[in-house]
């Protein structure tokens, strides 16, 4: 995507927290969910407008990044840089690299200044990222249950409702034994665990148990620092592993794939910056003949929106963690996304992100609002 754009002539920006209940608690290895505290990022600039959605978590359990101190960086740190003159969202990263860290604040404006700019251009996610489909396949993501019957219903409700690929959250005392049952009933499902950074080295002979399942890959097994033990891993499984909380950024990208820790890569925007540099790593990942897919964070539908677009790339070889809008919330803060029966949703093609926001959906759901205007 070439830096040929005008710069954004940003008048205000809203900073809108939201809370947004979840049809169903949501467990991992690093804590349970039962709603969504969102930050959204809403750019008012003349006769165009942008949205972009922080996915940091409303606890530093996922990463360090948290929804509170999210809205505290980008009002203290982030936006004086931004406002203090005009650019483009190509040129965010950089005004911002002086603030270390922070890559989900920073990727959620850089989400709202390009859905402004694209707006104005009367352009896509999909045309600006270099989408090459119009819709893509959808996965699921199974949370850890509470029995294993429990797992085997909810996995035949999410069969039935048509998604194509089932992912099983693991945890120690909670992965040989659900995936043997999900096996067992469902048959050569298309299926992946996800463990969440919630084993050790020392774990790598048990992890070797899932081998004889045939899973597509597991996810992040290890804690995101230790790449190193990654590749160690990789030589004792045989069942593919795909990093996913390690990769923070193209660089980092490319040093995992030369080490051999991973084989496949989860490329999530808010994780590795914004969506200009999930691309970067989505190209870098080609090159290298490395397979990806688009990982989830519970987003709302501005969220939601955006990764159908990247998920269009033509790396993204495997189905995503992309659902439907009724997989997580009753009522959305867009029209909603829906399943269709071959397993696939819709990419947006409208201007920006594709979608139009429900702007009445989310003052009923807003804590706080907050104005910030340049100068």
């Given amino acids: 995507m070439e830096n040929v754009a005008a710069p954004v002539a940003v008048e205000a920006v809203e900073l809108i927290r939201i809370h947004l209940p979840l049809v169903a608690p949501f467990r991992t290895s690093f804590g349970t969910e039962t709603r969504r505290d969102v930050l959204l990022v809403h750019v008012l600039a003349g006769d165009t407008e942008g949205w972009g959605e922080c996915v940091a978590m409303q606890e530093p359990l996922y990463s360090s990044e948290y929804v509170a101190a999210a809205q505290r960086v980008v009002m ?16 965010v990263a950089r005004v911002l690299e002086p603030v270390r860290g922070h890559r989900m604040a920073k990727a959620a404006l850089e989400a709202a200044w390009l859905d402004a700019q694209l707006r104005r251009e ?27 019957p429990e797992l085997l219903d909810a996995v035949a409700g999410y069969r039935e409702q048509g998604y194509v690929r089932i992912k099983l959250k693991i945890e120690p005392g909670w992965d040989v034994e659900p995936v043997r049952a999900v096996r ?36 992040q097994p290890l804690p995101e620092e230790q790449v ?59 090159d290298r003949g490395v397979a990806v897919w688009c990982g989830g964070m519970l987003e709302t539908g501005i969220g939601r929106a955006a990764n159908l677009a990247l998920a269009a790339l033509p790396g993204f070889t495997l189905p995503g963690d992309t659902s439907a809008s009724d997989r997580y919330f009753r009522e959305d803060v867009t029209a ?40």
């Fill in 228 to 286: 190193l033990a990654h590749a160690k891993l990789a030589r004792t499984v045989r069942t593919p592993i795909c990093l996913d909380e390690s990769i923070v950024s193209a660089v980092v990208a490319a040093e995992a794939i030369e080490m051999q820790a991973c084989s496949i890569v989860n490329i999530k925007p808010g994780r590795a910056g914004g969506y200009l540099e999930a691309t970067r790593i989505h190209d870098l990942c080609v």
């Fill in 336 to 375: 909603p996304f829906v399943l269709a029966r071959d397993g696939t949703i819709a990419v947006p093609t409208g201007a920006g992100i594709g979608v139009e926001v429900r702007r009445d959906v989310i003052d009923g759901l807003a804590t706080s609002t907050e104005t910030v205007r340049p100068g």
């Fill in 76 to 91: 203290d740190h982030l936006l004086p840089r931004l406002l203090a003159e005009p650019v483009t969202a190509q040129q």
């Fill in 122 to 148: 009367n352009r896509s996610f999909a045309q600006a990222l270099g989408a090459v489909r119009d819709r893509v396949p959808s996965g699921v993501s199974v949370g850890i249950m509470a029995s294993i």
């Fill in 184 to 219: 067992e009933r469902f048959g050569d499902i298309p299926l992946q665990v996800d463990a969440n950074t919630a084993y050790t080295l020392d774990d790598a002979q048990h992890l070797a148990r899932l081998d004889e399942f045939g899973l597509l890959l597991i996810e």
